[in-house]
């Protein structure tokens, strides 16, 4: 007699209800510290406990490999690593039904040809393997703002919510470019970390205490209209004005591409990667998150391109995104312009695609797509990174071919220094020595453009020293030094203080 066949059942999460709300606390992670200090502001503002996960550490990896499959990308190892451990100290101090009422766990998700379409599945393959399969967990799809609240109940994923999350993101990226750009070059050491600190806390409060004015279209409408958030990111700017800085300290600046939670974490998932290359003496130029955001608003548009040629009306349609595309890089000018347009622009998503296109077509999805090519390309030809540093998770399956296709961009491009690291979790040593490799040489190119500088102005330290004296203003962290056709930062000040034209980019 044939026995009947056990299909596969998909995860079903237990319900977390409205009435669960005031006792149940929403766990998240995958940004940086300042992002996700912002985003549990913007839960709070919604009446939502909300708590980041801790920092990655080392021991995640181990815990993420002994519950899910060996195949899986270090990031998705890392990440469930991350919760599980969380959830074993719970459980070790409160017990099981106390961590299965009292938390549940928030991720994005979607669909697509890399792992981060299954990351609930590695999760849902740990929980089960360490006795917590009625642990809840939620996936919030990228890509749509507003995802029925009868579905989740106890979690709207709602327009307020959606807004708040990507509004944090931006202001977290604001902080992250501060940030970067200041502590390389802080006279008093530490100085950077504490009105960073200081800073996200305040905005912290910012996000909490957001009013919410309409429910969709006209929340919308405030959050791109309203000075509330450029304001606050002022006061930002004067914690930052105090800082004072030498920028004539000759550093390469590197730029950070790469996997999306790669290259945005700060932490033992990347071997602290960015935190070293300022230890060896480098300026790093962080990975704003907005670039993703940007890239998912920008994506529809190529798509719908197609459909224009038959279907005449979809031209509408391209007007609406092309004018929620404007709004949305205009909100990022203007925090950026609050805190005196240091933080750096985005980069045109229409420029990326161009870049790589005789390298990587922009529809192979997954993973960062063609940006990876499109942003070392466009760092190189625009003189805004002395190198690129890639991080490539292992085993991850979009990078593996953006890396094949840097072989050819670095054929054509051969003077492009490009650092691809792949990242294990254990195996510093390797990837460490291989990114000094290229540093080596982008701190000779970096001496070179400040030599270069200084005999084209006929400036000299003395000099130098003499104009700060004179403009003090020239000394705080929120001076924009402006791009004049050098990489490094010292090359450019030079220019600067010397009123030298732009070199011929
Ligand atoms: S892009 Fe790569 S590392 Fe990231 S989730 Fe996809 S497969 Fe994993």
Redesign the pocket.
């Known amino acids: 007699m044939a026995t009947a066949a056990t299909h596969y059942t998909a995860y079903k999460a237990r319900p977390f209800t409205r009435e669960q709300r005031d006792t149940t606390t929403i766990l998240f992670g995958g940004l940086t510290w300042k992002h996700e200090r912002l985003v549990q502001g913007v839960f709070n503002n919604l009446n939502y406990k909300a708590k980041p996960l801790p920092n990655i550490t080392r021991a995640d990896l181990d815990a993420g490999k002994e519950l899910i499959d060996v195949g899986a990308?270090?990031?998705?190892i890392f990440t469930t690593g991350s919760l599980v451990n969380f959830l074993k100290t719970e459980v070790a101090e409160n017990g099981k039904q106390k961590t299965l009422d009292d938390y549940v766990f928030l991720t994005a998700g979607a669909c697509g040809p890399?792992?981060?379409g299954q990351?609930h599945a590695s999760y849902e393959m740990a929980l089960d393997g360490m006795g917590l399969k009625d642990f809840r967990l939620f996936l919030l799809a990228q890509d749509e703002l507003d995802q029925s609240p009868e579905k989740s109940g106890g979690l709207e994923i709602n327009m307020p919510l959606s807004l708040g999350i990507v509004w944090a993101i931006l202001c977290g990226d604001m902080l992250t470019d501060m940030e970067y750009q200041t502590r390389p070059y802080e006279v008093t050491p530490g100085e950077t970390d504490r009105v960073l600190r200081e800073s996200a806390d305040y905005l912290f409060e910012v996000f909490q205490k957001r009013p919410i004015h309409g429910k969709k279209w006209g929340l919308l409408a405030w959050h791109f209209l309203s000075s509330y958030f450029a304001d606050a990111l002022r006061v930002v700017r004067k914690k930052f004005d105090a800082i004072e800085v030498d920028r004539l300290q000759v550093k390469p600046k590197i730029k950070i591409t790469g996997?999306?939670?790669?290259q945005t974490h700060e932490g033992d998932g990347n071997y602290n990667i960015k935190h070293w290359l300022e230890q060896e003496g480098s300026e790093v130029m962080p990975p704003p998150v907005a670039v993703w955001l940007g890239y998912l608003l920008h994506t529809p548009i190529w798509r719908l391109q197609k459909k224009a040629v038959v279907d005449r009306k979809v031209r509408t349609k391209i007007a609406m995104v092309r004018g929620m595309e404007k709004l949305y890089v205009g909100t990022y000018n203007r925090f950026r312009k609050a805190l005196g347009n240091v933080p750096y622009a985005l980069p045109d998503q229409e420029e990326l695609k161009n870049l790589a296109s005789p390298f990587f077509h922009y529809e192979l999805r997954?993973?960062?797509g063609h940006m990876l090519v499109g942003k070392a390309l466009h760092a190189h030809v625009h003189k805004h990174a002395n190198m690129t540093c890639e991080l490539s998770?292992y085993?991850?399956?979009?990078?593996t071919m953006s890396q094949g296709a840097m072989a050819n961009v670095q054929g054509r491009y051969p003077e492009l220094l490009y650092a691809p690291i792949e990242i294990k979790g254990d195996a510093e040593v390797h990837a460490l020595s291989r990114c000094q490799m290229i540093l080596t040489e982008a701190k000779k190119r970096a001496q070179s453009e400040y030599v270069e500088a200084m005999a084209r102005t006929g400036m000299t330290t003395e000099k130098i020293r003499q104009i700060e004296e004179k403009r003090p203003e020239v000394k705080k962290a929120t001076y924009r030094v402006p791009h004049m056709g050098y990489a490094s930062t010292a090359a450019n000040y030079v220019m600067h203080l010397a009123g030298a034209k732009a070199a011929a980019v």
């Open positions: 990308c270090c990031p998705t890399c792992r981060f990351y996997e999306f939670w790669l997954g993973g960062e998770p085993s991850c399956m979009p990078n």
